[in-house]
């Protein structure tokens, strides 16, 4: 059974959160891309499930400036073997940093032992992150320093980065 809940005290707006087997396995901003994925069908509401819980929790403390861990909270999002080894590559950018979509490719070509990785089939693979704002796929820009590619909207992406003292200034946003 799928729980989920919504995360109501966000700047970004009304954000709902997806748990299964006590792990969380989506946290979508209103109105993103992929918003709930495939799970529309198979939710159940529980305000009080634990993850879930733990997870707002989590939120609370990084949307006041304070720096969770990501290993604070069980994550267990769904999807192909590439795409799981592109969200935990994200997982590794510290706060308050950034990095392209080339560079995790090259890791991942470099994991594979690949000579080269698609930056575009990571750019596809970070635009499906179910974890938003948890796994910082926000933290990912274009090697040209483009803004480029954020499910939850270019505005959230800025402010997110923002939040964690990135000067978004040198970047520039996508045409």
């Not at 209103?30 to 879930?52: A, H």
């Not at 999807?79 to 392209?100: A, D, H, K, M, N």
């Not at 979509?101 to 089939?121: P, V």
Request: charged share 25%.
């Amino acid at each position: 059974m799928i729980k989920f809940s919504e995360y109501n005290c966000s700047p970004l707006g009304a954000l709902t959160l997806a748990a299964e087997d006590s792990k969380l396995i989506g946290l979508w901003i209103e109105g993103q891309k992929y918003f709930l994925s495939s799970f529309k069908n198979n939710l159940v509401r529980s305000d009080d499930d634990v993850t879930l819980c733990n997870a707002k929790e989590w939120l609370s403390r990084y949307m006041n400036g304070e720096k969770p861990k990501i290993s604070e909270l069980e994550l267990a999002p769904k999807g192909s073997e590439f795409r799981q080894t592109v969200w935990r590559i994200l997982c590794e950018i510290p706060y308050g940093e950034t990095i392209t979509y080339g560079e995790i490719a090259k890791e991942i070509a470099r994991l594979k032992g690949a000579e080269s990785m698609s930056a575009q089939a990571v750019g596809n693979a970070v635009g499906h992150n179910p974890i938003s704002i948890i796994i910082p796929c926000h933290r990912v820009v274009g090697t040209s320093g483009s803004l480029t590619g954020y499910a939850g909207g270019i505005d959230k992406k800025i402010f997110l980065l923002s939040h964690e003292g990135i000067d978004v200034n040198k970047f520039t946003l996508p045409r």
